[in-house]
């Protein structure tokens, strides 16, 4: 199921100088072109109706405080729900009941008014919905960017300053907004564009995403706040969406200029760093991996450790002691974990049809947690036959890599290394594909450099185990971090 809530607040620098109402009051006349105040001909209590009933996710239209057909069966189908007589009026007794219903509502989305410094920017967030802002990730480079915040959640806030340049008026930006935004797509609904003194405010929809956007401007500096939803879900999101804008105050503060943030980005002192270790700030990439010895040696791929100036353990130091690029293994040692009991390994080769499990810390920088994904063993054999290598069913993520394949008893069976590319998956249609290094591999690699890990000989295990037979196998389990030095 896909819904999203994504909110963008940029902020460029203009020659123009114009006076600004501010958004932590916004212009009546843009709240109603938004449907989120009533309108001229609407009741004001009607609206309260209206907001309250999207609340409770019995009213998908718009907030105006006009008497519609929508309005009406959603007050029906609210008496319905209470056990009144659905009469299309609600008594005071049922009143009550929805505004409660309502306010809980929101009570439980927690908003919290926050004061974004980074960007000047202050507006009620729901931090029931929202994790805290981060640093956001070009994902289209690789590459952290140093102007943009990103809320991580089942949806997404995010919030960046592009730099523009040249002088607009609000209804010129808006213009050149619609425009750009007509080159760039070949299939875009222009929904509504207006503008009211320094501000202005523009919707379209594209891709399925409903796109919204209101800027203003003051002492020549444009901010803006972008707000795009997955259109099937645009009304039943609203009531969040016109919460978050009627407390939205674009120009609560100066901001920080460019310079300062990349001071700031190089000192360590940006938003989702302050309370994170230092291990996880000089992160670039992480994989997964099984301790094998009492000796503190921990198995992985060697493309996980490839390139990396700098190994860590769970946040704690370790050196390479060796890899083999043909096989994708690599060895090394934190000292951290010696004199702890390893992992066990199966003799012989995980069977067809065998069920078997996977665990890790697949994406570490959303999920910060380890993972346990199962599945069976579809295959005996890998890629073009490689028979160095099994593929299994078990879900498999980046991250992932290095981690250990486990049979029912515990017993490492194979070593976690790729998935089913995308372009592949498209191009063959193929799906639930992932491939793992066998264990015998694993094995003989480990001797080469001198480790010896636990080998048993004991049949497979006919099924997987209850959740707290996992949870024991949680410290047999490693997080390898990746460094630039």
Not at 386 to 405: C, K, L, Y
Request: net charge neutral.
């Amino acid at each position: 199921m896909r819904r999203f809530l994504i909110i963008t607040v940029l902020a460029a620098l203009t020659s123009l100088t114009l006076t600004a109402q501010g958004f932590a009051s916004p212009p009546t006349d843009l709240l109603q072109s938004m449907s989120l105040a009533p309108a001229e001909n609407g009741e004001p209590s009607r609206a309260r109706i209206q907001t309250d009933l999207a609340w409770t996710g019995f009213y998908l239209g718009p907030t105006h405080g006009r008497e519609t057909p929508e309005t009406r069966e959603a007050i029906l189908a609210f008496q319905r729900s209470i056990g009144n007589t659905a009469t299309g009026r609600l008594s005071e007794q049922a009143r009550e009941i929805l505004r409660d219903r309502a306010t809980a509502t929101q009570r439980d989305y927690r908003f919290v008014r926050r004061n974004v410094e980074w960007l000047g920017v202050v507006m009620d967030t729901p931090m029931g919905f929202f994790g805290p802002a981060t640093l956001d990730q070009d994902t289209t480079r690789n590459e952290i960017e140093f102007d943009a915040l990103a809320h991580p959640s089942g949806a997404s806030l995010r919030l960046w300053i592009p730099e523009f340049r040249g002088s607009m008026n609000p209804q010129q930006l808006m213009n050149g907004y619609t425009d750009a935004i007509r080159d760039a797509y070949d299939d875009v609904e222009l929904i509504v564009s207006r503008h009211f003194g320094s501000s202005f405010f523009i919707a379209f929809e594209v891709n399925g995403i409903r796109v919204t956007r209101v800027g203003e401007v003051k002492n020549g500096q444009w901010r803006i706040a972008e707000f795009a939803l997955d259109s099937d879900y645009y009304w039943t999101m609203r009531p969040l969406m016109a919460r978050m804008i009627r407390s939205l105050d674009l120009f609560a503060g100066p901001g920080l200029s460019q310079r300062e943030r990349t001071a700031r980005r190089a000192r360590g002192d940006f938003p989702g760093n302050e309370q994170m270790p230092d291990w996880f700030n000089t992160m670039i990439a992480n994989g997964s991996g099984s301790l094998v010895s009492r000796r503190g040696h921990i198995l992985t791929n060697h493309h996980v450790i490839e390139g990396c100036g700098r190994l860590t353990v769970n946040g704690n130091p370790a050196i390479l002691v060796g890899a083999d690029a043909r096989l994708d293994l690599a060895v090394i040692r934190a000292e951290a974990f010696a004199n702890r009991r390893p992992i066990r390994f199966r003799e012989d080769n995980p069977q067809l049809g065998e069920a078997v499990a996977v665990m890790g810390y697949p994406v570490f920088q959303f999920s910060r947690a380890l993972n346990y994904t199962t599945g069976t063993v579809s295959s005996n054999v890998g890629l073009y036959g490689d028979r160095t290598r099994v593929q299994i069913t078990a879900p498999i993520q980046p991250g992932n890599s290095g981690g250990p394949v486990l049979d029912g008893s515990g017993r490492q069976v194979a070593v976690v290394v790729a998935k089913a590319s995308s372009k592949l998956q498209v191009d063959v249609n193929v799906e639930n594909i992932g491939w793992v290094i066998r264990g015998q591999q694993a094995v003989s690699f480990l001797r080469r450099y001198g480790v010896n890990p636990i080998v048993e000989t004991n049949a497979p295990a006919p099924q997987l185990p209850d959740a707290e037979t996992v949870d024991g196998w949680r410290s047999l389990i490693m997080r390898i971090e990746c460094h630039k030095l």
